[in-house]
């Protein structure tokens, strides 16, 4: 049976009288990747930021497993959802060790001590974002892509049931691209992240949606919205639709701009 985990109803969000997102609605099912796609400005990051709340909708719901989203508490819902944010907050000294513990605190009560099990948490957290030489790094010194790893490490500790990610691959090279999606994928949650990049939506996502201008275009499986016809008229790029011959996913292949 599918179990649908997160259900966006009809979002609305305006800033300044300017709607940014218009009537959206999409699911996500438990366990499956949903790419939120579609061109600068498009509202995509606008949209993650409703289903957080950071973004108070002017209009719709989400609901985690049917209940609304409003009738949990922030301790409730920071055990149910991780966010990996685009802006990373200012955390001043803080170092590697202390953002990655962070992730521990909806589980642990004021002022409670780390266990052993806790401290077994944030290692394997490191060594699989492969950040265990940078523990005791402050933060701020590092990298784009070693904070970028350092947030997953703290999301992996927080042990969500969805996980919500803006551009989880801005900042890194290639390889870790394509390490922390599947690692994010390996852990088996409900994913929603915003993603630009249509060849790792396609290797990486289950369902694709496509915003252009703050309204739904496409909603639907990753190989039924990455079409030619889909693409050229939300991005005005030309662009050709195959099978990468080394995933069998679907591959595309940009000609240029479209003058059309
Ligand atoms: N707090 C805000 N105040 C005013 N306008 C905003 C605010 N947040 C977003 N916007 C506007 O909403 C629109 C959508 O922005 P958003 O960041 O959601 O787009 P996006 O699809 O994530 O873009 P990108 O691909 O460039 O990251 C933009 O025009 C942006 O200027």
């Given at each position: 049976m599918t179990i649908i985990h997160l259900q966006a109803e009809n979002i609305s969000w305006q800033i300044d009288n300017k709607h940014?997102?218009?009537?959206v609605s999409f699911t996500a099912k438990q366990g499956e990747t949903v790419g939120i796609v579609g061109p600068n400005g498009a509202g995509k990051t606008s949209l993650l930021k409703c289903l957080y709340q950071e973004n108070k909708m002017t209009s719709g719901q989400v609901t985690l497993s049917e209940i609304?989203?409003?009738?949990?508490d922030r301790k409730e819902i920071a055990k149910k959802v991780a966010v990996v944010a685009q802006q990373h907050e200012?955390?001043?000294?803080?170092t590697v060790f202390d953002i990655v513990n962070m992730g521990l605190i909806p589980h642990k009560a004021f002022f409670e001590s780390n266990t052993n099990s806790d401290r077994q948490l944030i290692d394997q957290a490191l060594t699989q974002v492969n950040l265990q030489q940078k523990?005791?790094?402050?933060?701020?010194?590092?990298?784009g892509g070693e904070q970028q790893r350092c947030l997953i490490a703290r999301a992996i500790v927080q042990r969500p049931e969805i996980l919500i990610m803006d551009?989880?691959?801005?900042?890194?090279d290639i390889y870790y691209q394509h390490q922390i999606l599947s690692i994010v994928k390996q852990l088996g949650l409900t994913l929603i992240m915003t993603i630009h990049d249509l060849n790792l939506a396609a290797q990486y996502c289950d369902r694709l949606l496509l915003l252009s201008q703050g309204e739904v275009r496409a909603f639907d499986d990753t190989e039924k919205v990455l079409n030619e016809t889909l693409i050229k008229e939300t991005f005005h790029i030309d662009c050709l639709v195959d099978?990468?011959?080394?995933?069998?996913k679907m591959r595309v292949t940009y000609a240029g701009a479209s003058h059309d």
């Open positions: 940014i997102i218009k009537d609304s989203l409003d009738l949990f200012a955390v001043f000294n803080l523990k005791y790094q402050v933060f701020n010194t590092l990298s551009e989880p691959t801005n900042h890194l099978r990468n011959p080394l995933t069998r």
